[in-house]
T-cell receptor, first 116, second 112 residues
Framework: DARVTQTPRHKVTEMGQEVTMRCQPI?????VFWYRQTMMQGLELLAY????????DSGMPKDRFSAEMPDATLATLKIQPSEPRDSAVYFC??????????????FGPGTRLTVL | GDSVTQMEGPVTLSEEAFLTINCTYT??????LFWYVQYPGEGLQLLLK?????DKGSNKGFEATYRKETTSFHLEKGSVQVSDSAVYFC???????????FGGGTRVLVKP
């Protein structure tokens, strides 16, 4: 049963520290999404990649957030420096659109980030 | 821009009751429509989807019909169980592989 995995599941850090969240998409999926979930804003897209190239990162605060895909099996989301307002659950999702593919996105369990 | 509006919760029901969660959308063109479910402490799971007008998506006793004329995709289940307690999200996608635009989510609590 293929799944999207995310690490860590929980992270508590202090303001100003760097935070790195990792995602392993489902093998063979070529599209990776990063979403953030908060009580106030709901679910919002931060960025997404296709074939490891960034397609849209307009939802991401550029001054402190960065997203990369070092290889097809790993996506990272970094926050530096972190701030209390970054506290949220960060979800990674993967999918495989295109010929024979579908537009279904498969979500990981999320990383719950708390910035003190 | 595109948007999805769904009824606010929480919705509290007794077991075996009928559930309806309203969802309407604003988008140009012909988006695909989705319902995702989030159980406590977990990520979102696709519940059902419809890709064109008048399509009906169904899964686990849940159904939703893509109504272009009313720009709606209401979720229904005839007899809910305690295990259906979760947060339900309506979403749209403008093209395969593109981002999802989510509604605010509706928390459903089913009591025995």
């Amino acid at each position: 049963d293929a799944r999207v995995t995310q690490t860590p599941r929980h992270k508590v850090t202090e303001m100003g520290q760097e935070v790195t969240m990792r995602c392993q998409p489902i093998l063979g999926h070529n599209t990776v999404f990063w979403y953030r979930q908060t009580m106030m804003q709901g679910l919002e897209l931060l960025a997404y990649f296709r074939n490891r190239a960034p397609l849209d990162d307009s939802g991401m605060p550029k001054d402190r957030f960065s997203a990369e895909m070092p290889d097809a099996t790993l996506a990272t989301l970094k926050i530096q420096p972190s701030e209390p307002r970054d506290s949220a659950v960060y979800f990674c999702a993967s999918g495989s659109p295109g010929t024979g593919g579908t537009d279904t996105q498969y979500f990981g369990p999320g990383t719950r980030l708390t910035v003190l | 821009g595109d948007s999805v509006t769904q009824m606010e919760g929480p919705v509290t029901l007794s077991e075996e009751a009928f559930l309806t969660i309203n969802c309407t959308y604003t988008a140009t063109g012909y988006p695909s429509l989705f319902w995702y479910v989030q159980y406590p402490g977990e990520g979102l799971q696709l519940l059902l989807k419809a890709t064109k007008a008048d399509d009906k998506g169904s899964n686990k006793g849940f159904e939703a019909t893509y109504r272009k004329e009313t720009t709606s995709f209401h979720l229904e289940k005839g007899s809910v169980q305690v295990s259906d307690s979760a947060v339900y999200f309506c979403a749209l996608s403008k093209a395969a592989g593109n981002k999802l635009t989510f509604g605010g989510g509706t928390r459903v609590l089913v009591k025995p």
